[in-house]
């Protein structure tokens, strides 16, 4: 096995994308500490990696990367990173009506604002040693903007593309290499939650009422059939280790298929395509 350059963090390990990519780092060598939010979700990891075997290469690390100024205090007790993985992330569902403004920024906190703070911090050592990775985890929602009620986990994430794009231009020069994963669906419990939060605006008198109902039905099916994770796994663990990675890697056959499909369907078309499958309503001649 390779000798590896140094430590990589990964956030919101726990679960999903983070856990599987976790194990899988650990299991090719590489020291992984991985940010949690709880002790208990601390020996969630732990458990996790002593039955994959790597128990000794995991480092759990009680932190919410949301609580930016406990991030930034937190980091000089931290080991000097080759890479961090931006991953932890949830999904705000709502009508952009009904989110209030506390729980936009919360999103925007933990999808946008923490990875910028993460990547902050990492830099100093990365700069020192002339070379580091920093991979962004979006979505193929940071894309495409197709997927109503879910307006600020979008914004999210398009806001994280955009900063990644500008962050690979100031930082190259470094030798520190940016890299945008967008997943497809993967069984990661980010669609548990969303799907919980449209249970609770849908009990109450919501104009999206209907629309809530169709998307926590659609939500449950793709938590059932969606692949697990270790995909986007060795794709992130490839932008790690890869000489020359890639900016963006589109990983699922749905990314790849909205990607390519989105720019070339009429929004007019799309628009009330998507309207009808998930019951926001009105009369005929709103759907133009």
């Known amino acids: 096995?390779?000798?590896?350059?140094?430590?990589?963090?990964?956030?919101?390990?726990?679960?999903?994308?983070?856990?599987?990519?976790?194990?899988?780092?650990?299991?090719?060598?590489w020291v992984t500490w991985g940010t949690v939010r709880s002790?208990?979700?601390?020996?969630?990891?732990?458990?996790?990696?002593?039955?994959?075997?790597v128990g000794a290469l995991v480092k759990p690390l009680v932190l919410d990367v949301s609580d930016h100024d406990a991030v930034v205090a937190h980091w000089p007790k931290l080991p000097p990173f080759y890479a961090v993985v931006n991953n932890a992330g949830y999904s705000e569902m709502g009508a952009v009506e009904e989110v209030t403004a506390a729980q936009a920024r919360a999103?925007?906190?933990?999808?946008?604002?923490?990875?910028?703070?993460?990547?902050?911090?990492?830099?100093?050592?990365?700069?020192?040693?002339?070379?580091?990775?920093?991979?962004m985890v979006s979505s193929m929602f940071g894309r495409a903007a197709v997927i109503p009620l879910n307006g600020w986990y979008h914004a999210s994430k398009f806001g994280l593309e955009a900063l990644s794009d500008v962050l690979r231009m100031e930082v190259a020069g470094f030798g520190v290499k940016v890299a945008i994963v967008e997943p497809g669906f993967f069984k990661t419990g980010i669609e548990g939650r969303a799907m919980e939060i449209a249970d609770e605006r849908r009990?109450?008198?919501?104009?999206?009422?209907?629309?809530?109902?169709?998307?926590?039905?659609?939500?449950?099916?793709?938590?059932?059939?969606?692949?697990?994770?270790?995909?986007?796994?060795?794709?992130?663990?490839?932008?790690?280790?890869?000489?020359?990675?890639?900016?963006?890697?589109?990983?699922?056959?749905?990314?790849?298929?909205?990607?390519?499909?989105?720019?070339?369907?009429?929004?007019?078309?799309?628009?009330?395509?998507?309207?009808l499958m998930t019951g926001l309503g009105g009369p005929p001649e709103t759907f133009t």
């Open 39 to 53: 002790k208990a979700k601390a020996k969630a990891l732990t458990d996790a990696a002593k039955e994959a075997g």
């Open 203 to 275: 009990q109450a008198d919501s104009p999206y009422r209907a629309a809530y109902e169709r998307s926590a039905q659609s939500f449950g099916a793709l938590e059932r059939f969606a692949p697990p994770p270790d995909a986007v796994a060795r794709v992130i663990t490839s932008a790690i280790e890869n000489a020359r990675p890639l900016r963006r890697y589109l990983v699922g056959a749905d990314a790849v298929g909205l990607a390519t499909m989105a720019p070339l369907i009429p929004k007019a078309f799309s628009d009330a395509a998507t309207r």
């Open 1 to 29: 096995m390779a000798t590896r350059p140094g430590a990589v963090l990964v956030t919101g390990a726990n679960s999903g994308i983070g856990l599987a990519t976790t194990v899988r780092l650990a299991k090719r060598g």
């Open 107 to 135: 999103q925007l906190d933990v999808n946008l604002i923490a990875p910028a703070v993460v990547a902050s911090c990492a830099l100093p050592a990365m700069r020192k040693r002339g070379s580091g990775r920093i991979v």
